[in-house]
Nanobody
Framework: VQLQASGGGLVQAGGSLRLSCTAS????????MGWFRQAPGKEREFVSA????????DYADSVKGRFTISRDNAKSTIALQMNSLEPEDTAVYYCAAGRNTQVLRMGGVGYWGRGTQVTVSS
């Protein structure tokens, strides 16, 4: 499975961005999908995950209430709507696929996409 993320950019604090990830080369709807991020000098961390039918959704506490994950299996895409962005959200965001949302949250990633940079200015 190949994953391609897009939608990053520069935004002011309080603004919004929408990230997208398109999958190809595999059976998209058999995987839970998610987002991770890595800020400069920090370890990569879990952001959000969604099960293949969308019935199970998980968020890191730091983004809960501000970010919304969704998926469209017909289009083999997932999205991350990011609102009320803070400078602390600045990072490279990575799309990922895994067995289920619990495994993804624990870092059990089967496939990684290339990252997209999100920069939030204060």
């Amino acid at each position: 499975v190949q994953l391609q993320a897009s939608g990053g950019g520069l935004v002011q604090a309080g603004g919004s961005l929408r990230l997208s990830c398109t999958a190809s080369g595999g059976t998209f709807d058999r995987y839970a999908m998610g987002w991770f991020r890595q800020a400069p000098g920090k370890e990569r961390e879990f952001v959000s995950a969604i099960s293949w039918l969308g019935g199970s959704i998980d968020y890191a506490d730091s983004v809960k209430g501000r970010f919304t994950i969704s998926r469209d299996n017909a289009k083999s895409t997932i999205a991350l709507q990011m609102n009320s962005l803070e400078p602390e959200d600045t990072a490279v965001y990575y799309c990922a696929a895994g067995r289920n949302t619990q495994v993804l949250r624990m870092g059990g990633v089967g496939y990684w996409g290339r990252g997209t940079q999100v920069t939030v200015s204060s």
